[in-house]
């Protein structure tokens, strides 16, 4: 188990280096310099992003001490400093982000607010815990066998008043997720094509269950108030309806559909789920549920 979970993480350190190593930070600082507009265009277009950037979030950025795990090239971090955060500690593994990210915050002003630690998150010490802990399309990226400790990870890093919040692809419907392997999608071949072995060897995703029960109920185990709310199933179908002339029309179009879309057929169809979580259980206390049990 050790092998693979060191092999996991030394692949999507080199697979997402490749792409972070070409990000302009002259581009991030650009698109976040009126980050109301930025943030409003990308709540019209994704839905996931609506329900992760929600009046909430908003509101407990304002002066926060704010943590983010795997933070990709800053574009989050970024957004939240600009939002108002405190301070934001963005963690990731791949090396280009420590300067790709701060030479973006230099440009917006906020680099004094900005700390980037590189480096397995579960072997860093990220100080005292964190009013908000974040984690924005990573969680899916950690082996089944090691997820538990990921997730009491973002808890132990997570104030006893603090918050956290996780956006990531659901499957809570196998017939649908098996039928959209079938069919190709721009940059994945169909699962029945020859070529389906060749782009699943260089696929950073390990075989887990990304079902919105199970997340929630691992984050159950590390947080005694959990809520879940899926989205995006329509959105899915972005990758058929869209062109390059009518993309962001069509996300637009699909995000209102979804929006739309009563919560028993959202469930089932959705393509991503947001989890948000308070009150974590330290490592010395026992769940309320336990001590109930054993009662």
Do not use: C
Not at 59 to 73: D, F, H, P
Not at 136 to 161: G, K, R, Y
Not at 184 to 209: I, V
């Amino acid at each position: 188990m050790v092998a693979e979970r060191d092999d996991t993480y030394n692949f999507n350190a080199i697979k997402f280096e490749s792409f972070y190593e070409q990000v302009d930070p002259a581009d991030l600082a650009a698109q976040l310099s009126d980050v109301e507009s930025y943030l409003a265009s990308f709540r019209r277009r994704f839905q996931a992003e609506r329900l992760f950037w929600d009046d909430e979030l908003m509101e407990r950025l304002k002066g926060a001490r704010v943590l983010e795990i795997g933070g990709g090239e800053g574009m989050t971090a970024l957004a939240m400093l600009q939002a108002g955060a405190a301070s934001v500690t963005l963690q990731e593994i791949t090396p280009s982000t420590e300067q790709i990210a701060p030479a973006a915050a230099r440009l917006l002003g906020v680099d004094d607010r900005l700390e980037v630690r590189i480096g397995n998150p579960m072997e860093l010490d990220f100080g005292e815990p964190h009013d908000i802990v974040v984690g924005h399309l990573v969680f899916h990226h950690i082996p089944t066998d090691i997820e538990v400790q990921f997730a009491q990870m973002m808890a132990d890093n997570t104030a006893d008043d603090g918050w956290l919040r996780i956006v990531d692809p659901a499957v809570n419907w196998k017939a649908l997720d098996d039928l959209r392997w079938i069919l190709p999608a721009p940059g994945r071949p169909s699962k029945l094509s020859k070529n389906w072995e060749a782009w699943k060897s260089q696929d950073e995703h390990p075989e887990r269950d990304n079902s919105t029960p199970h997340v929630k109920s691992v984050f159950e185990q590390v947080f005694r108030d959990v809520r879940a709310e899926n989205t995006a199933g329509l959105s899915r179908l972005h990758r058929w309806v869209d062109s390059d002339k009518y993309h962001d029309q069509a996300l637009e179009w699909l995000n209102r559909l979804d929006s739309r879309l009563p919560r028993s057929i959202q469930s089932r169809i959705a393509a991503q789920h947001v989890i948000t979580a308070e009150r974590p259980i330290r490592r010395t206390q026992v769940p309320e549920s336990t001590r109930d049990a054993s009662a």
